[in-house]
T-cell receptor
Framework: GNSVTQMEGPVTLSEEAFLTINCTYT??????LFWYVQYPGEGLQLLLK?????DKGSNKGFEATYRKETTSFHLEKGSVQVSDSAVYFC???????????FGPGTRLSVLP | DTEVTQTPKHLVMGMTNKKSLKCEQHMGHRAMYWYKQKAKKPPELMFV???????INESVPSRFSPECPNSSLLNLHLHALQPEDSALYLCASSRGTGSGANVLTFGAGSRLTVL
């Protein structure tokens, strides 16, 4: 079946540090890939997406590239801020079927 | 309007109570979802409605009863819940359910506590 694996953390960084959160997936066909962010006490917000191989999604300084050869969609940001502290979920939407699969989430804490 | 609105934000209920969670979207989305999220866990799919018809029920206990009165509204009726049902209940919607249309927009959630 389809699945998403990501580093669970918690990840603690200092402000302005470089961020990488690894995400790999297993899926048949060509899924769409997503990063969602959940701030404390809130629902999930779409951060970025990519729908085909080699696509790069970007938003708010975050980037992720759809790598079919390594089945990965790693999230990166060059300089994190305290306001980036949240839980980040990698997810896929299968090419076939209705299911949307989430990874376990990575909790990020950014210290001033 | 690019929002999914959920009410109430917080709900406390006893095990014998009957209550409902409500969800509304005006983006013209034709698929709506209920998810349950426990602390430090990803959301777990409960139900999917596609074009106002229930298309997925992930073996959810009958004490949770979904209802989709129209394409903009989704309810979750709660009855005889257990303390372990305490969680954040998230509503989401998408344009459709096929690949490419399946980008989920989430509400802020309803935090349920069962005493």
């Amino acid at each position: 079946g389809n699945s998403v694996t990501q580093m669970e953390g918690p990840v603690t960084l200092s402000e302005e540090a470089f961020l990488t959160i690894n995400c790999t997936y297993t899926a048949t066909g060509y899924p769409s890939l997503f990063w969602y962010v959940q701030y404390p006490g809130e629902g999930l917000q779409l951060l970025l997406k990519a729908t085909k191989a080699d696509d790069k999604g970007s938003n708010k300084g975050f980037e992720a590239t759809y790598r079919k050869e390594t089945t990965s969609f790693h999230l990166e940001k060059g300089s994190v801020q305290v306001s980036d502290s949240a839980v980040y979920f990698c997810a896929l939407s299968a090419q076939y079927g209705q299911n949307f699969v989430f990874g376990p989430g990575t909790r990020l804490s950014v210290l001033p | 309007d690019t929002e999914v609105t959920q009410t109430p934000k917080h709900l406390v209920m006893g095990m014998t109570n009957k209550k409902s969670l409500k969800c509304e979207q005006h983006m013209g989305h034709r698929a709506m979802y209920w998810y349950k999220q426990k602390a430090k866990k990803p959301p777990e799919l409960m139900f999917v409605y596609s074009y106002e018809k229930l298309s997925i029920n992930e073996s959810v206990p009958s004490r949770f009863s979904p209802e989709c009165p129209n394409s903009s509204l989704l309810n979750l009726h709660l009855h005889a819940l257990q303390p372990e049902d305490s969680a954040l209940y998230l509503c989401a919607s998408s344009r459709g359910t096929g690949s490419g249309a399946n980008v989920l927009t989430f509400g802020a959630g309803s935090r349920l506590t069962v005493l």
